[in-house]
């Protein structure tokens, strides 16, 4: 069209050209050369763009979901890097060729599949399962590491006012109005004002689950503000010296309470858990000392270090013990007029310029679910994100329930619990998780396992149960200590795909105890190596899956019976 419209263009210009000649020879004027006519060559044609590979355009675009997912990693977003790797996976498993059937993509996604299991496992070497990534430092880290000494002191305007307040309000610790309290209140009020706010907002949701059981254990509910300064009520908080959770619970006292740690879960970060065992530290405090702000101070330095300051000074009153630096150190002189401000203002927020916050629990139920249930698939099935599940239970370790439970109850969202019963009582056991095992062969031990395996050794005695020198027998199955990487959940969270996760999650000698598992059939696979890859017999496969003969079929599922389920049969 576009040459069309140039042709004719031309020919207006010749028509123009003689109708001036005409006109100058009217007018006297010398006649013009006429121009030749302009020759209008056809405009070449673009070269047609190379033909684009979809399968190089398909890797390429799992390649950048992967380098996303690397960056958040290091980045420190466990979840984003998850998701993103997820994508990755994703894109190549739902991809018209499908990641088996080209061998370009099949390549591709099992090199995909070692990069980020190994990525994740760096990552969970590092840390506390995925608790350690989601942690958050504690706030009483912060709060201590500031001086009050470098602020003036108190206004006779902030002293008159919190005196007005402490007549008005009641009360069931003792609140001196000393100079030392008031300059806190004057902080948190100014410089503090973030942490003590965040924690006002965050402790909405646990303040009257706190408040009801120490009602009930007969403590001062002034105390259910301690946390307000230990963790800013966040339960996945851990500080410096490796206290954790709400009530900032250091490992063996939290033992001595009555929470549990292990490599599947530790009870300090569960609010509720943590809350019963806090309640049952200050009641043993308090007839240590018969006085609440030395059971405070001792909650913060240890009840045997204060006992011993309290036996050098003569003292036994924290206020006159705490006048010299002498006997306790500067953050458990400081711990027990922070947290005394802390409740001041706690009581009465709009007095002091603080909001008023009203409870936000999430509405949750509890459900019992066997062991060894992995929470993403938890996740699914009441259709949120992982990290819901997980933050309605911060005392999980891993991404899956504990394995030596008879069950477990489970936190979910409300509206859920009946949907997640049924689907786990129509899926196969097999499908619930996408753990790795180990059958331990004569001669090998928790060290050669560990170094064969690439896994902490301790790891792999907690995740066990077992001591670093316990001894294993020949046939004894021990959990591999490391957690399924996207990649493996991402292929057995159809249940048709059992095959992919026994093939990357164990090798023949290390194939699961269920009665049997379903393997697709791929390129080369034959029944003799299938039956010697599964220690079984060819007459069995053929049975199980009433073949005629000994082709099979590319893409075909074919179920395998397990040594256990075979020698079932045997017997």
Same mark, same amino acid.
């Given at each position: 069209?576009?040459?069309?419209?140039?042709?004719?263009?031309?020919?207006?210009?010749? *028509?123009? +050209?003689?109708?001036?000649?005409?006109? #100058?020879?009217?007018?006297?004027? #010398?006649? $013009?050369?006429?121009?030749?006519? @302009? @020759?209008?060559?056809?405009?070449?044609? *673009?070269? !047609?763009?190379? /033909?684009? =590979?979809?399968?190089?355009?398909?890797? #390429?675009?799992?390649?950048?979901?992967?380098?996303?997912?690397?960056?958040?990693?290091t980045l420190g977003h466990l979840s984003r /890097?998850?998701? /993103?790797?997820?994508?990755? $996976?994703?894109?190549l498993l739902e991809s018209p060729q499908g990641a088996r059937s080209d061998p370009r993509v099949k390549e591709h996604f099992d090199r995909l599949v070692d990069r980020i299991a190994a990525l994740e496992l760096t990552a969970l070497a590092t840390g506390d399962g995925f608790t350690e990534h989601t942690a958050e430092p504690a706030s009483i880290d912060e709060l201590l590491a500031i001086t009050t000494f470098d602020t003036a002191a108190p206004t006779a305007a902030t002293a008159q006012h919190v005196q007005a307040d402490l007549e008005r309000t009641e009360h069931d610790i003792p609140i001196p109005l000393n100079e030392r309290v008031l300059r806190y209140v004057e902080l948190f009020q100014g410089r503090l004002r973030e942490y003590l706010a965040a924690g006002l907002q965050r402790g909405a949701q646990y303040l009257p689950m706190i408040q009801d059981v120490f009602r009930a254990e007969g403590l001062p509910l002034d105390l259910a503000y301690v946390p307000l300064i230990e963790s800013a009520f966040k339960p996945t908080a851990l500080s410096r010296a490796k206290a954790k959770g709400v009530w900032q619970f250091m490992p063996a006292t939290g033992r001595e309470q009555g929470l549990e740690q292990n490599w599947f879960i530790d009870e300090r970060s569960d609010p509720a858990k943590a809350t019963v065992a806090a309640a049952?530290?200050?009641?043993?405090l308090?007839?240590?000392?018969?006085?609440?702000?030395? +059971?405070?101070?001792?909650?913060?330095?240890?009840?045997?270090?204060?006992?011993?300051?309290?036996?050098?000074?003569?003292? =036994?009153?924290?206020?006159?013990?705490?006048?010299?630096?002498?006997?306790?150190?500067?953050?458990?002189? =400081?711990?027990?007029?922070?947290?005394? /401000? !802390?409740?001041?203002?706690?009581?009465?927020?709009?007095?002091y310029g603080f909001d008023v916050i009203q409870s936000t629990a999430p509405s949750v139920e509890t459900v019992k679910v066997p062991p060894a249930v992995d929470l993403r698939r938890v996740a699914e099935w009441a259709g949120v994100a992982g990290d819901d599940i997980q933050q309605l239970n911060p005392e999980l370790r891993r991404w899956t329930t504990p394995i030596r439970v008879s069950s477990y109850e489970l936190k979910v969202p409300a509206g859920t619990a009946d949907i997640i019963r049924d689907r786990i009582e129509d899926a196969r056991p097999n499908t619930l998780n996408a753990l790795q095992w180990h059958i331990v062969k004569r001669g090998e031990t928790l060290a050669t396992i560990a170094r064969k395996l690439r896994v902490s050794r301790t790891d792999l005695a907690e995740a066990n149960f077992l001591?670093?020198?316990?001894?294993? +027998?020949?046939?004894?199955?021990?959990?591999?200590?490391?957690?399924?990487? !996207? *990649?493996?959940?991402?292929?057995a969270s159809s249940d048709t795909a059992v095959d992919t996760l026994v093939e990357e999650s164990t090798s023949s000698e290390e194939l699961p105890e269920e009665s049997s598992v379903v393997y697709r059939v791929k390129s080369g696979d034959t029944l003799f190596g299938l039956a010697k890859r599964y220690r079984t017999t060819v007459e069995k496969l053929k049975a199980l899956n009433r073949l005629a003969g000994n082709s099979l079929k590319v893409g075909a599922r074919l179920l395998i019976s397990s040594p256990r389920s075979a020698n079932n049969q045997q017997q």
């Open positions: 069209m576009k040459q069309q419209f140039r042709l004719l263009g031309a020919v207006v210009v010749v *028509a123009s +050209a003689s109708l001036a000649c005409s006109s #100058a020879k009217v007018a006297g004027v #010398a006649e $013009l050369t006429p121009q030749p006519p @302009v @020759v209008i060559t056809p405009a070449q044609s *673009a070269p !047609a763009p190379p /033909a684009v =590979d979809p399968v190089l355009e398909l890797l #390429a675009g799992a390649d950048r979901h992967f380098e996303e997912g690397r960056n958040e990693l /890097a998850k998701t /993103a790797f997820n994508e990755a $996976l994703e894109l049952k530290y200050f009641k043993t308090h007839r240590i000392f018969d006085d609440w702000h030395l +059971a405070m101070a001792s909650y913060n330095g240890g009840p045997g270090r204060v006992q011993r300051a309290v036996k050098r000074s003569g003292r =036994d009153d924290f206020w006159t013990l705490t006048e010299t630096s002498k006997y306790l150190p500067r953050e458990t002189r =400081d711990y027990v007029p922070m947290i005394l /401000a !802390a409740v001041i203002i706690a009581k009465n927020p709009t007095q001591r670093m020198t316990s001894k294993v +027998a020949a046939g004894q199955k021990l959990l591999i200590p490391r957690m399924p990487s !996207a *990649a493996l959940l991402a292929r």
